[in-house]
């Protein structure tokens, strides 16, 4: 059974800084580019992050480029969110999501098809 | 505010069917990018509804249905149950981003 648990989340400062991390199971973590997918208090989803299998590509929002780093450790089926900077903006459930395909004749397919249950951040002063 | 526009709400009686809109732009779903649906339940997480434009992932039931037509995608949920009120979000992709996953602004669907 597919398993992400998500950690790390709290009550921090504008400007201080939080480290999220995602603890993988059930399935071969080094097969599987992942993201990071937040959603604030009461509103919708906001993609956040995004890193290949073997680390190689990350992409980020916007909003979170240039504070916010991704990673990921494959030997420990982890992966990490590094938050600097962080604005009451950034207020949220994050969660960590695979980034599981499909391939048949009709196509190849990428989407979010595991998401953990979430950590919440909370930015306020 | 999203380039993926969903209408805030919609409403159908048990048993009644119900379209949900999703409307992007060339830059994502009319450079045919694939659109996938999630359903958020109340205090959930959300869940995988459709991927892939059109298919269904294994044990979601056929009441669902999905199209893409140019820049515009569409989820329908027949047989409207009380258990279908969620809110609904479509995701694509988006190549004139640096950050090219999005989101719709998902549709509350209410069971009256």
């Known amino acids: 059974e597919v398993q992400l648990v998500e950690s790390g989340g709290g009550l921090v400062q504008p400007g201080w800084s939080l480290r999220l991390s995602c603890a993988a199971s059930?399935?071969?973590?080094?097969?599987?580019?992942m993201h990071w997918v937040r959603q604030a208090p009461g509103k919708g989803l906001e993609w956040v992050s995004y890193?290949?299998?073997?680390?190689?590509?990350?992409y980020y929002a916007g909003s979170v480029k240039g504070r916010f780093t991704i990673s990921r450790d494959n030997a420990k089926n982890s992966l990490y969110l590094q938050m600097n900077s962080l604005r009451v903006e950034d207020t949220a459930i994050y969660y960590c999501?695979?980034?599981?395909?499909?391939?048949?004749?009709?196509?190849?397919?990428?989407?979010?098809?595991?998401w953990g249950r979430g950590t919440l951040v909370t930015v306020s002063s | 505010q999203s380039v993926l526009t969903q209408p805030p709400s919609v409403s159908g009686a048990p048993g009644q069917r119900v379209t949900i809109s999703c409307t992007g732009s060339?830059?994502?779903?009319?450079?045919?990018?694939?659109v996938h649906w999630y359903q958020q339940l109340p205090g959930t997480i959300p869940k995988l509804l459709i991927y892939?434009?059109?298919n269904r992932p294994s044990g979601v039931p056929d009441r669902f249905s999905a199209s893409k037509s140019g820049t515009s995608a569409s989820l329908a949920i027949t047989g409207l149950q009380a258990e279908d009120e969620a809110v609904y979000y479509c995701?694509?992709?988006?190549?004139?981003?640096?950050?090219?996953?999005?989101f719709g602004e998902g549709t509350k669907l209410t069971v009256l």
């Open positions: 999501v695979r980034y599981g395909d499909h391939y048949d004749t009709s196509g190849n397919y990428f989407y979010f098809d595991f």
């Open positions: 059930g399935f071969p973590f080094d097969s599987y580019s």
């Open positions: 890193i290949t299998s073997s680390s190689l590509t990350t």
């Open positions: 060339s830059s994502n779903i009319g450079a045919d990018y694939d």
């Open positions: 892939g434009n059109t």
């Open positions: 995701q694509s992709y988006d190549g004139s981003l640096s950050g090219p996953w999005v």
